[in-house]
Each structure stands twice: as structure tokens, then as C-alpha cells.
């Protein structure tokens, strides 16, 4: 017999996490989709009628707390609160600023600023991003979204945020915390005259392909393993309906590492030589690449690069690569199932014990152990 499990979550959240809760299915759960948007006492009432076994739900202010009253078996998949009896999963948002800031970092940038939007998870990125970095960051909030949906895109740049932009020291690298407000940042910088991402380049979070995608241009994104958290989502479910002792304490997930697109990259830079070197880089982290012979073909003194890899970057062009090979094979680890030995070629590495020991000197840990803490 199927047992009955209510999902309350928006839309945007439930196409995050279906992929991983379909073996559920298969397990004789019977999902029931209900909107979290719903009218608080419509969404409690329907609750009672459907009488499921268990909840499934995202975190909203005050309507996640009323739902806890039902007394249902509880799993909430995005937050890093503590309830009794409740299993909590979230990502690390102080992780995800983090990976942010080590983005602009690795591409050099000395200027740097933060758009958030006054909600917890903000907070937290944020203050991940500032512990990542040495630097000064210009931290400004935008909360005129309040009364916009996840993808709805209308709202107009306020005059406080035109003069925070025009504000900051150019080239300037600016975390905004999720991809909605990043794609709302690009959106305004060129409605603004300021050019994307020359002179400020944006990262957003969650990675949320439709999001990044219709973003002008396209948005940089730090992705977080939905997959993960949707198996961890479904396995605590399955947990508590066979009444086993959870740990108390919020499971937070790593995030995987930024996804490069057009908003963000590492041609903002005023030097045309470095520009040349690092975008041959980037484009070729696949190929065979010989610092030498590349000098060669851009037509630059290999001293000189050296010299000036050094000043902006503080390291060589051959270590420039190997972080790019890594944080490259730290996407691929995170986000497929290939064998470390497919990633490595695919990182231009072409060797799984070489990939290995750069793995660990530039992460810090084993590729295995990276990728069993992310999936």
C-alpha cells in the first residue's frame, strides 16, 4: 500500500528537487503536490484533509512554522533552522559566498561588493563572501523584490542603487546572492551604462539554468548539488516513516563549485597580455598546454607573463591552470558520475594519479573525498 507524502513547495523549488525524489515513487511513496503560495488557512485545511503520512516542504516565515503544528513527520529542504522532531537540510551558505568570493579572487580582482536581499540565507552568503576575502566589500540590499515571485523579472533599479554602483572602484566583482538579484544586477548595469562584466562583473547562486540562461548576458552561477539534496530529502523521509533516530542538528550541503558564463569571467582585466593568456587558458583546459609554447603563439615574452601573472594573479601561469583544471573537475565531480579517470581527461590532465595530486594540493583533499562529500 502507497503511503501519502505532501510536498508544499513553490514551483521553481519543486523542479530543483523531482529528479531525485522519482526512486521515491518507486519505493510506494504517493506524493501530493500542493503550492506553498496557497492562503495560509486554505494550505493548513487541505493538509487535514489529505492526512499524509509525512511533509515535505520548503522554509517560508511563518507559514513553515504553522504547518510544524499539523505534527507530521517533517522533512524542510532549505533551511539550516533546528525544530524538534524535524529534519532539516540546507545548503552551506556560507560555503556558496565563499566559492564566490574565491571566483573574483582567482580572477584577480582587488575590488569587490555584495548585493543581498535582507533574508537569513543572505546574510549568511555574505558573510562567507567577507571572511573569503582580505579585501574591502561594499555590501548594499535590494528589497524591492519583496512582492516578486522567484522567476517574475520587473522590478526597476532604485536611485540608491544607481548611486551604490556608480559608487564602487571599476573593475569590480559583485556576489549577488541568488541568481534572480544577480540577473536583476546585469539588468541594471546596463540599463545603467555600465558595461557587464568589463567593468562589474556579477555571480549569482543556485545556478538555476532558466534564471542564468535568460540573463543578459547569461549569468555566472554558484551551483548547488539539488540532486543531493533531493536524495537526502527523500532518504530522511523514508527515515522517519520507519520511526529511526535522526541527528538533530541541520544537515548542511557544499556547494559545487562556480559555473563561468558570460556575466563573470576572467578577461576583466585592464591588461591586454593577461587577457590574451588567460582567456587561451580557459578555452583550452581540456587541450595539452604548454606555458612555453603558448607565450610562443600569443607573441608574449614568457618572462614578462610570468612576471605579470605574478603581480595580479600572485602565481605562475602554470598554477593559474591547474586551478582551473580543478575547479573545472570539482564541477564535474560534483555534478555527474563520471569515473575520475574520464574527469581527468576531461580536465586535460589525462592522468587520474596526476589529477590526484594536484587535486589535493590545490583543494586540500582527494577527488574521492570531495565527491563523497557533495553527492
Partial sequence: MSQQIAIVMSEVFLRRLTPALMPFVRREHDFRIVSIHRPINELLDLLRELNPRGLITEWLPEVTEAMLKLD????????????????????????????????????????FACLGNGSPYSGQRIDG???????????HTETAFEDARYSEHFVEPSDSLRAWLESLPKPVGIFAVHDPLGR?????????????????AVIGANN????????????????????????????????????????????????????????????AV??????????????????????????????????????????????????????????????????????????????GFNDAERMAAVFKRVAGEPPSSFRKTRV
Fill in 72 to 111: 507530521l513527520p517533517t522533512v524542510i529542504a532549505d533551511t539550516d533552522y533546528s525544530y524538534p522532531g524535524v529534519v532539516s537540510i540546507d545548503v552551506d551558505d556560507r560555503a556558496v559566498g565563499a566559492a564566490a568570493a574565491e571566483a573574483f579572487l582567482q580572477a584577480g580582482f582587488r575590488s
Fill in 129 to 139: 563572501f567577507l571572511q573569503a576575502v582580505d579585501f574591502p566589500v561594499s555590501v
Fill in 184 to 200: 536583476f544586477l546585469c539588468s541594471s548595469c546596463l540599463q545603467l551604462g555600465i558595461a557587464v562584466p568589463e567593468q562589474v
Fill in 208 to 267: 538555476d539554468e532558466l534564471v542564468c540562461g535568460l540573463s543578459h548576458p547569461m549569468l555566472s552561477s554558484v551551483a548547488i548539488p539539488w540532486d543531493a539534496i533531493g536524495a537526502l530529502v527523500g532518504e530522511s523521509m523514508q527515515a522517519l516513516l520507519f520511526k529511526k533516530k535522526l541527528a538533530p542538528e541541520p544537515v548542511l550541503v557544499a556547494p559545487s563549485g562556480v559555473v563561468m558564463r558570460h556575466s563573470a569571467n576572467h578577461l
Fill in 270 to 347: 585592464d591588461d591586454p597580455q593577461l587577457r590574451r593568456a588567460m582567456s587561451h587558458l580557459s578555452e583550452r583546459l581540456q587541450d595539452s598546454i604548454n606555458i612555453g609554447q603558448m607565450c610562443d603563439d600569443l607573441r608574449i615574452a614568457r618572462r614578462s607573463l610570468e612576471r605579470k601573472f605574478r603581480e595580479f594573479y600572485r602565481c605562475s601561469p602554470w598554477e593559474m591552470l591547474c586551478r582551473l583544471r580543478i575547479a573545472r573537475a570539482k564541477q564535474l565531480l560534483a555534478q555527474t558520475n563520471h569515473p575520475i579517470g574520464v574527469i581527468s581527461d576531461l580536465c
